[in-house]
C-alpha cells in the first residue's frame, strides 16, 4: 500500500525511516521525518527490524555511538534520498558520534563531517570490528571530512579476524588525521579475510600526527594465510604526510598477500623519518604491484631513508614492482628513489618498465639503494628498469663514506655472495645520466668479487663499480646489522 503525504511526510514501503534538517525526533520517522539519528524509534528499531533503511534528507547528525550489532541477512542501511540518486547527504559528527559495526551494515552516497575534536580512539566515524562469519560492511560512494582519531583510523577503522570477504567501492578522504595509525584509513585483516578496495578511492591532506604515526593516509596489516588486501581499482594520494610513510603504510606478515593491479598516483607526499610516500615491510608475505596500469610516485619526500619507498622483506618475503615511476623524489638520507633492506631469503623484484627519474639522496643511491644479507640466500633482481638523471648529493654533516656515492644506485652485500646463484641479477637495467659527487656515477657495488656481478651488467662506458679489482681505491665496508643503523667507512 502507498500513502500519499504531503509537507514532511513520505510514501513508506517496507521499513523505511526518514531524517533531516527540518524534522522532530519525537515524531515516528516513518510517515513524519526525525531530525538525528538520535532519534530514539530509528536506535531501537535498528535492532529488531528485519528490514532496516534510514534515508537522509540533506542533511542529519549524530551525537552518541550507534551500535550496530545485527546480523540480520539484509543490512542496517543508510544512504541519501533515493530519488536523488548521485547528491550526497550529509551526516555531521559531533564529538561522541561514530557508528560500531560488528554486524551488517550498508552506508551509500553519504558524507561525513566531523564538526569537533578527535574523542574516539578508533575510527572517526565507522568503527568496524567482525568477529563472526555473519558480519559485514559496505561503504560505496561515500566521502569524508575533516575526521580525526586519538588513534587509529581517522575517518575509518576496519578490523576482522575471521574469515569475511568485505568489497569497498568509490571512497574519498580529505584533511583527516589520526595520531598513530592511518590518518584517514586503517584495517587489519586476518585469519583468511579478503578486502577489496574497488572503484574510485582518494586520499587529500591526509595526515598522522605523532611521532610514531604510520601511513599518512593510509595503514593496513595483512595477518595469515589466506589473509588479501586487493587494491583493484584507481588510488590517489595528495599532499599525505607521516612520520613512516607518507601516504601508505602496508605490514604483511605469515603467508598473507597485498596485490595491487590498476593505477595508483602519489604526489607531494613526505614523512619525517623513512618512506616519503610508501613503507612496505613483509616478513614472510607478499606484496606484488601488478598493474596493468602504471604508478606514478612524484615529488615525495622524507628526512630519512627513502624518499619514494621504503621496503623491510624478510624471512621469506617478496615485493615485486612493475611498471612503477618515481620522479623528482628526495631523501635526506639513502634512496632518493627506493631505499630496500633485504635479509632471511627476502625476494625484490623490478619489472615491466620501472623508471626513476631525476630521484636525488643526501646520502648513497640516488635512485635505488639496497643492502643484502647474503648470508641467507636474498634476491634482488632487476628485469625491466631504468634510472636516468638522479643524484647523490655529499652531506658535510656526514662522514666521508656516508653520502655522495652511487648515482643511479648503491648496492651492498653483508656476508660472502655466490655468483653461481645469480640471486642478484642486474641485467634488465638500463642507467644513464645520473650524477654523483664522490664515486659510482651510474652504480656503486660494495661486495667480494664484485666484478662477476659486472659480468651480469650492459656494457656502459665510463661505468665505475666499486671497490676496483686493481686495488686503486679502497672500497666502502658496511657496517652494522640489516634493519639497525648501518655505517659505512673505507678500507678492509
Not at 504531503?6 to 515516528?28: A, E, I, R
Not at 604510520?214 to 586487493?230: D, H, M, P, T
Not at 619514494?308 to 617478496?318: F, K, L, R, T
Not at 639497525?484 to 678500507?491: D, L, P, R, V
Request: negative net charge.
Amino acid at each position: 500500500m502507498i500513502i500519499c503525504l504531503s509537507h514532511q511526510q513520505f510514501d513508506v514501503s517496507g521499513t523505511n525511516y526518514f531524517v533531516g534538517t527540518d524534522g522532530d525526533d519525537s515524531k515516528d520517522c516513518t510517515v513524519n521525518l526525525c531530525l538525528t539519528l538520535e532519534a530514539r524509534i530509528i536506535k531501537v528499531m535498528a535492532n529488531f527490524a528485519h528490514v532496516f533503511t534510514v534515508i537522509i534528507r540533506g542533511l542529519t547528525t549524530i551525537s552518541s555511538s550507534f551500535d550496530l550489532s545485527e546480523t540480520f541477512p539484509s543490512p542496517r542501511t543508510f544512504r541519501n534520498n533515493p530519488d536523488l540518486s548521485s547528491t550526497l547527504s550529509d551526516i555531521h559528527i559531533y564529538s561522541n558520534g561514530q557508528f560500531i559495526v560488528t554486524g551488517n551494515a550498508l552506508f551509500q552516497t553519504l558524507k561525513f563531517t566531523k564538526l569537533n575534536q578527535a574523542t574516539q580512539n578508533n575510527g572517526g566515524a565507522i568503527y568496524a570490528l567482525f568477529n563472526e562469519l555473519s558480519c559485514n560492511l559496505q561503504i560505496i560512494d561515500c566521502v569524508f571530512v575533516d575526521c580525526k582519531t586519538k588513534s587509529k583510523g581517522g575517518a575509518f577503522c576496519f578490523e576482522t579476524y575471521v574469515k569475511t570477504d568485505t568489497t569497498l567501492k568509490d571512497i574519498a578522504f580529505q584533511h583527516c588525521e589520526s595520531q598513530n595509525e592511518g590518518g584517514a584509513f586503517q584495517c587489519s585483516i586476518n585469519n583468511g579475510a579478503k578486502l577489496t578496495i574497488a572503484g574510485s578511492w582518494s586520499f587529500q591532506d591526509c595526515k598522522t600526527l605523532s611521532d610514531s604515526g604510520y601511513g599518512g593516509a593510509l595503514y593496513a596489516s595483512v595477518y595469515g594465510e589466506n589473509s588479501q588486501l586487493i587494491f583493484e581499482t584507481f588510488i590517489m594520494f595528495e599532499r599525505c604526510s607521516g612520520q613512516t610513510g607518507g601516504a601508505m603504510y602496508l605490514l604483511v606478515q605469515r603467508l598473507g598477500k597485498v596485490t595491487i593491479t590498476e593505477q595508483c598516483n602519489f604526489t607531494n607526499c613526505n614523512s619525517s623519518n623513512i618512506g616519503g610516500s610508501i613503507y612496505l615491510e613483509t616478513n614472510n608475505g607478499t606484496i606484488n604491484f601488478n598493474q596493468t596500469e602504471q604508478i606514478f610516485i612524484e615529488n615525495c619526500a622524507c628526512d630519512g631513508c627513502g624518499g619514494g619507498i621504503y621496503c623491510s622483506i624478510s624471512n621469506n618475503g617478496q615485493i615485486s614492482f612493475n611498471n612503477m615511476k618515481l620522479s623528482y623524489c628526495n631523501s635526506i638520507r639513502d634512496g632518493g628513489g627506493i631505499y630496500a633492506s633485504i635479509n632471511g631469503g627476502g625476494q625484490l623484484i623490478l619489472d615491466k618498465a620501472c623508471e626513476f627519474y631525476q630521484c636525488e639522496c643526501h646520502g648513497n643511491g640516488g635512485g635505488i639503494y639496497t643492502i643484502i644479507d647474503s648470508t641467507t640466500q636474498c634476491t634482488f633482481i632487476i628485469k625491466d628498469a631504468s634510472i636516468h638523471e638522479c643524484k647523490s648529493v655529499t652531506d658535510n654533516s656526514l662522514s666521508y663514506p656516508e653520502s655522495g656515492f652511487g648515482g643511479g644506485l648503491f648496492l651492498g652485500t653483508f656476508g660472502n655472495y655466490y655468483p653461481s646463484t645469480e640471486l642478484i641479477d642486474l641485467r634488465g637495467i638500463k642507467i644513464y645520466n645520473n650524477s654523483v659527487d664522490k664515486y659510482g656515477q651510474r652504480l656503486y657495488i660494495v661486495m667480494k668479487d664484485v666484478i662477476e656481478i659486472e659480468k651480469n651488467l650492459r656494457n656502459y662506458d665510463n661505468e665505475i663499480i666499486y671497490p676496483p679489482e686493481d686495488g686503486s681505491s679502497n672500497p666502502i665496508q658496511i657496517i652494522g646489522e640489516i634493519e639497525s643503523e648501518q655505517t659505512a667507512s673505507f678500507g678492509m
